[in-house]
């Protein structure tokens, strides 16, 4: 499959790996592929039930911010005044 297929269906071969640890190990394997431009939305280092779960907590994931390391949810907190 590494050899062939596109980027994004591998990651969805293996949605617990993130495009980084799957290049990693298919060079420790001495796999190769020829250079296909990536098709997939995720960053090289999120994977595919990271990238659910970011959508399940209503995390903002942006592709762009590619050095972004942790991804913060504002929380509307109400406050009960139970002061006499």
């Not at 071969?13 to 420790?28: E, H, K, L, N």
């Not at 098709?39 to 659910?52: G, Q």
Request: hydrophobic share 30%; with cysteine.
């Amino acid at each position: 499959m590494y050899s062939h297929a596109d980027r994004d269906s591998i990651l969805k071969a293996f949605p617990d790996r993130t495009w980084v640890g799957i290049y990693s190990q298919a060079s420790i394997l001495k796999l190769s592929r020829p250079h296909i431009r990536s098709n997939s939305p995720l960053h090289d280092t999120i994977c595919y039930n990271d990238y659910r779960f970011m959508q399940e907590m209503e995390l903002e994931y942006l592709k762009s911010e590619e050095r972004r390391r942790v991804w913060w949810k504002t929380l509307a907190v109400q406050k009960n005044d139970t002061s006499d």
